[in-house]
């Protein structure tokens, strides 16, 4: 069993940025590729990024690509979502995800996560 637990989020006005932290309990953390996800309010859950197991491959969605920057500290069981040049359509409830079954590949459909974690707010004020 994976817990996650984010962390970092807040009002944050257009053009700012913020750094979300998901901190992970388990021993098998490294393991599992991760990703980040959003909702807004009467939307969909979707993709934001992910990362692999090492950190050597990422995959962005399109409308933060340039903006947003995922990395991880496997030592730390923790993932970061850097998050720049924010803008108003940003504003959701972001969520952490583990694939406990991919390692090496990040997938965008929510249903191949296997553990999430309680989400966090980021409000972007225009």
């Known amino acids: 069993q994976v817990q996650l637990v984010e962390s970092g989020g807040g009002l944050v006005q257009a053009g700012g940025s913020l750094r979300l932290s998901c901190a992970a309990s388990?021993?098998?953390?490294?393991?599992?590729?991760m990703g980040w996800f959003r909702q807004a309010p009467g939307k969909e859950r979707e993709f934001v990024a992910g990362i692999t197991w090492s950190g050597g491959s990422t995959h962005y969605a399109d409308s933060v690509k340039g903006r947003f920057t995922i990395s991880r500290d496997n030592a730390k069981s923790t993932v970061y979502l850097q998050m720049n040049s924010l803008k108003p359509e940003d504003t959701a409830v972001y969520y952490c995800a583990a694939d406990r079954r991919r390692s090496t590949i990040v997938t965008e459909n929510p249903s191949d996560y296997d553990y999430w974690g309680q989400g966090t707010q980021v409000t972007v004020s225009s």
């Open positions: 388990g021993r098998t953390f490294s393991s599992f590729a």
